[in-house]
């Protein structure tokens, strides 16, 4: 259903507005989410579940040290995974991530001539 390999992708939070999360990996099998990557706030590790049927995935991010993160989202029909995160009672905000996409060599934008 989703591929494995490098994703990237942003969460909002109130006080840090809209943070990316550089390329990750993700991998996904049987019904399993596992992946590392780093954000702005520290390196995390992924683990969770996905539903091979509907695509809904809940997913646990844990940054090394520090909290964990509830991820529950669903697929946008465009290839990404859009939902909400939560920190317990601390807070929640929306999410999207969705698979890099590499272009083969000659099929970058053109670029304007200044």
């Not at 683990?47 to 090394?64: F, I, Q, S």
Request: proline share 6%.
């Amino acid at each position: 259903m989703y591929p494995s390999g490098e994703w990237e992708g942003f969460w909002v939070q109130e006080h840090y507005g809209r943070q990316s999360m550089q390329a990750f990996n993700l991998r996904f099998a049987d019904g399993r989410i596992t992946g590392r990557g780093r954000d702005v706030i520290a390196p995390f590790a992924f683990r969770g579940t996905y539903d091979e049927r509907t695509g809904a995935v809940v997913m646990v991010k844990k940054y090394l040290r520090r909290h964990t993160v509830t991820y529950r989202g669903r697929p946008d029909g465009e290839g990404c995974i859009q939902g909400t995160w939560h920190i317990g009672e601390l807070g929640s905000g929306p999410f999207l991530i969705r698979p890099v996409v590499r272009r083969p060599a000659g099929d970058e934008p053109i670029q304007e001539i200044g």
